[in-house]
């Protein structure tokens, strides 16, 4: 494989572009170790022990630095190790290898996410967030149904309408109009709020 680039990341590091598209990351002194320049050969062999030797070992321990940090997705954790420059392969092996510690379960972090948010935001906003965040939505269903335990939409409106104390029988329209805005910000749909005004009324 030829190396086509190689581009200073910053004062102590390198990354080496392939002719297959391939990228990563070296420290410059990794990079004089191996003698890699533009134009010259990388073999097979090389560009293997570079990623069992240096790579893998890097990207667990900066996989589990994350994790240490804060609770992420698989998505979230590979989105990282590609910014990293890391190589498919070498990514795959650090989110296998978090995952048979059971530091890395998107369904535990959906169902931490479910828990923490659903009295501030609608089912359907927090499904969302999380299917933004990556987490597949079989898992996302699954935590919803688990934290929630069924209950509705109409019920969690009728919270937050009896938190902030709006009575339907002294409302105003200027009063209607505002609570009905607070619950369109929460992630409610137009129908269910209509529907739970109604149920009041």
Known sequence: MQIIQIMELD?????IRLEDGCDFALYKAESRRYGLQEGAELSRAQF??????????RARRRTMHLLEKMDRTESQLRTKLKQGYYPEDVIED???????????????????????????????????????????RE????????????????????????KKNYSPQTADIKEKHRIY?????????????????????
């Open 48 to 57: 293997e022990e570079i990623c069992q030797e240096i790579l893998v070992r």
């Open 181 to 201: 805005q607070f619950l369109m910000r929460k992630g409610f749909s137009s129908d269910d709020i209509l529907c739970a005004l109604d149920h009041l009324t």
């Open 139 to 162: 898992r996302v269903q699954q935590a919803l149904e688990e934290e929630y335990q069924q209950e509705s939409e109409q019920e969690q409106i009728l919270k937050w309408i009896h």
């Open 11 to 15: 004062k102590k590091r390198v990354r």
């Open 94 to 136: 650090a989110i296998s290898y978090v995952k048979s510690y059971h530091y890395l379960d998107d369904l535990r972090y959906a169902q931490n996410y479910v828990r923490c948010r659903k009295e501030r935001k609608s089912r359907r906003m927090i499904q969302m967030e999380l299917l933004g965040k990556g987490v597949s």
